[in-house]
């Protein structure tokens, strides 16, 4: 009989993206929506700020990560994945969560777009003024 592997999952959200981050014991491997991190994220950037959660807590080779992402845009999926990093690893080794929450990774960035009013042609600007 199979041994249970020991599985931790998180959800992270930002603006309109949602990503749902799986941790398991392992070598560093990613896999995002079945591709590799380098291949879903090209940007060097992108990449080194979903990764801060694991370099803070010194754990980048310890866990095999599987993260299934889903709506919004390129950055906010990032923002999403290391939210749901974060999340796991608190999940996955509660000493963990002070470091993590001073470095502001556990904190979900509330920041969405604001919504088009009526009779206008954008969320704040308006059509030009015309006195007479």
Not at 20 to 46: C, I, Q
Not at 114 to 122: A, T
Request: proline share 5%.
């Amino acid at each position: 009989m199979a041994e249970a592997v020991t599985e931790v999952g998180a959800t992270g959200r930002r603006k309109t993206a949602v990503a749902r981050v799986t941790l398991k014991p392992g070598t560093g491997v990613w896999r995002v929506n079945r591709r590799p991190l380098d291949a879903y994220f090209p940007s060097e950037a992108l990449r080194s700020y979903i990764e801060q959660p694991l370099k803070l807590t010194h754990s980048e080779s310890k866990f095999d990560i599987r993260a299934t992402l889903n709506g919004g845009g390129i950055a906010g999926q990032a923002g999403a994945v290391r939210h749901a990093l974060a999340r796991a690893l608190t999940e996955w080794d509660a000493s963990l969560r002070e470091v993590l929450k001073n470095s502001g990774c556990l904190t979900r960035d509330a920041r969405m777009k604001e919504r088009k009013k009526p009779g206008q042609p954008g969320a704040r600007k308006r059509f030009q003024f015309s006195k007479r």
